[in-house]
């Protein structure tokens, strides 16, 4: 358990919060914000200082259902009034709104005013382009100042950003182009990981030769090389000098999209998921800059990628907040400088932070000296989302990165709500991996597979029954997809895919994603406890515990694991690990096979793709396979197939 200093408490934004709407108690404020979604919204709204060109009638409109919730009708806006203008005129002009570092070192820093100038310049170059409000926009850029520019330039226009992540292959950009009809693509020349420079505009020629559509191409040229020869392609240099510094923002109707982010399931193509300039300001303001504590004085970094939601979303957040937002190009860890994340978080003074708990696994196995050097006494929040925490990772987090003194906040929800389901805050206390409460204005339940709702310390479905300001409103193009999806299971009910349980003492517990729970002769389990009995001996750094099928159980459980560094896999281990998930969960869970891997696929934000792992072992169909950072990973275990341990 871990209780956040008193200081940390008392000067929270959600404690001054509290007070100004007359509640004692979060659970108090979180109570009123599900009975009474129009006041608590309207409070959030006015929180964010969020402006409107025009004046809605009616906030939240439910009269076709939950599912097809309309919000702030006849209101107009531009997310970059707020996030830009509005912070500017509160005099934050000469702030730094972006503190950089790229992998070698080097770094640039833009004021508020200088992002305004770089985005406003987007803006009109792409008008002058014939691009309007609702076209579509690709972005494939590494996370460097002119990405920001890029995003909010688009939203400046009243265009749709279509985020694309760095490491995409030309088939899996060009599925999302054409899916969004895009009809321009801002890119770079090339980005630096670990040492070597990956082509961009090359992979991004390849996957636009037979996109029509896309008439126009800027890329930043940084690396030279040979540039495209075609009208489509521009130079960024040469088309944002010429462009106006000063074009004033679009305003669009409520309802229109800012951005489409597309996430991929366990079958179908990638789900292009809709948020619009409203919603994104909104939710942003009551996970991060509530319940995450986000504060002007704020230095925020969390190495991500625009390409998943927690890249717009630390962008807006820090927006919102008048904060400066320390962008990191590269690995948030490499062979030669292991805790990289944590020393740019000591020599960029950082004081709100994001991890991963795969990443702090990895931090776990190198030699902790060289942290001593590391002055991180300026942290305040180290976040964390994307999967579950295993016990011993979550406290290794608290000794040698929070330090004790900063408050590590958990939270979990999704790219369809651009935010948070359930969450951590600094008026709490915090257990190991939990969260010690739901987000505000969700209404999350427990839900039995027949509807009805769990008890306490149950395990079952994770839904919303009270839809945020944020949660998406459509897929893009396929509103029978998106209510098949999410609406389907439960009807009026959002069900979110992760299986989840809320104990007594009010801690809730993300168990992993429902259609990767295991079922063992009738009885269910998440693959996180099998994983974390394992990752707990010591003698294993990552594993991913999968479903296969078996002739006695109907369904067998097999571990694909990574062996610590010094441990020799052998058949003795495979017997110590199978006996460890015996005692630490129970006998009918203990492995059947477990092997051996040098790395798991994964996500560029860490997650394990135990779909990927299964399909890649079992030799099915893997499904959309674009948002694996780490192909090279599948082949060895395509390898393990028909093999037995």
């Not at 674009?626 to 393990?640: D, K, R, T």
Request: include cysteine; charged fraction near 20%; hydrophobic fraction near 45%.
């Amino acid at each position: 358990m871990f209780d956040p200093a008193d200081d940390i408490r008392s000067s929270s934004n959600l404690a001054c919060f509290l007070e100004h709407c007359g509640a004692a108690t979060y659970e108090e404020l979180l109570d009123r914000s599900n009975a009474d979604p129009d006041w608590f919204w309207s409070q959030i709204i006015d929180l964010a200082g969020i402006r409107f060109s025009k004046p809605y009638h009616t906030l939240r409109d439910v009269g076709d259902g939950p599912e097809n919730i309309r919000w702030a009708t006849g209101a107009t806006l531009n997310l970059t009034q707020t996030c830009l203008d509005a912070q500017i005129d509160l005099g934050l002009g000469d702030k730094a709104a972006i503190d950089w570092v790229a992998e070698d070192g080097v770094t640039r820093s833009w004021t508020y005013s200088d992002l305004a100038e770089h985005s406003a310049r987007v803006a009109d170059a792409l008008a002058s382009r014939g691009i309007s409000a609702g076209d579509a926009v690709g972005i494939y850029m590494p996370m460097i100042p002119e990405i920001a520019a890029a995003f909010l330039g688009i939203a400046r226009l009243g265009a749709i950003a279509v985020p694309l992540f760095s490491g995409f292959s030309a088939p899996a950009i060009a599925a999302r182009l054409n899916d969004s009809n895009a009809r321009a693509v801002l890119t770079v020349d090339a980005t630096p990981r670990r040492g070597k420079l990956v082509p961009m505009e090359q992979t991004l020629v390849s996957a636009i030769a037979d996109l029509p559509l896309v008439q126009t191409v800027i890329s930043l040229r940084r690396f030279g090389g040979e540039f495209a020869n075609s009208a489509r392609y521009l130079d960024w240099h040469e088309t944002m000098n010429a462009a106006d510094p000063a074009v004033p923002a679009n305003p669009v109707d409520s309802a229109d999209p800012l951005m489409i982010a597309y996430t991929s399931g366990t079958t179908g193509k990638p789900k292009g998921v809709v948020h619009t300039h409203l919603g994104v300001q909104a939710k942003a303001t009551a996970d991060f800059l509530l319940c995450l504590d986000l504060k002007r004085d704020d230095r925020h970094l969390w190495m991500t990628d625009m390409g998943w939601v927690m890249g717009p979303l630390t962008l807006i957040s820090v927006l919102l907040a008048g904060a400066t937002l320390v962008l990191a190009e590269g690995a948030p860890s490499t062979p030669d400088d292991p805790f990289r994340l944590l020393r740019i978080a000591a020599e960029k003074r950082v004081t709100h932070m994001g991890v991963a708990p795969t990443l702090v696994r990895q931090f776990m196995t190198q030699d902790p000296g060289p942290l001593a050097g590391y002055d991180l006494s300026r942290l305040r929040i180290v976040g964390s989302t994307g999967e579950p925490w295993t016990d011993d990772a979550w406290l290794w987090q608290l000794s040698h990165i929070c330090r004790h003194r900063a408050a590590p906040l958990n939270i979990s929800g999704g790219t369809e709500l651009f935010g948070a389901i359930v969450t951590s805050t600094v008026l709490h206390r915090l257990s190991p991996g939990g969260f010690s409460s739901q987000a505000l204005g969700v209404g999350a339940k427990v839900l039995r597979l027949d509807g009805s709702e769990a008890d306490m310390g149950e395990v079952g479905e994770l839904v919303v029954t009270q839809p945020p300001m944020g949660l998406t409103p459509t897929i893009w193009q396929d509103k029978v997809r998106y209510l098949e999806t999410y609406w389907s299971t439960f009807p009026g009910v959002w069900c979110h895919g992760d299986w989840v349980r809320h104990d007594p003492d009010g801690t809730w517990y993300i168990l992993g994603r429902s259609d990767d729970t295991l079922n063992i002769a009738g009885k269910r389990i998440g693959p996180p406890e099998i994983e974390a009995a394992m990752t707990l001996t010591g003698k294993v750094i990552d594993a991913a515990a999968i479903g296969v099928p078996d002739a006695l159980k109907g369904v067998a459980v097999v571990v694909v694991c990574v062996a610590a560094p010094g441990v020799n896999p052998d058949a003795a281990l495979i017997d110590f690990l199978k006996d460890a998930v015996g005692s630490a969960v129970s006998r009918p869970f203990r492995p059947r096979e477990i092997h051996f891997v040098e790395a798991l696929p994964k996500t560029r934000t860490m997650k394990t793709m135990r779909r990927t792992v299964r399909a890649a072992f079992l030799g099915e169909d893997p499904g959309d396979l674009s948002s694996v950072q780490n192909p090279e990973s599948i082949g060895p275990i395509e390898a393990l197939r028909g093999t037995q341990t």
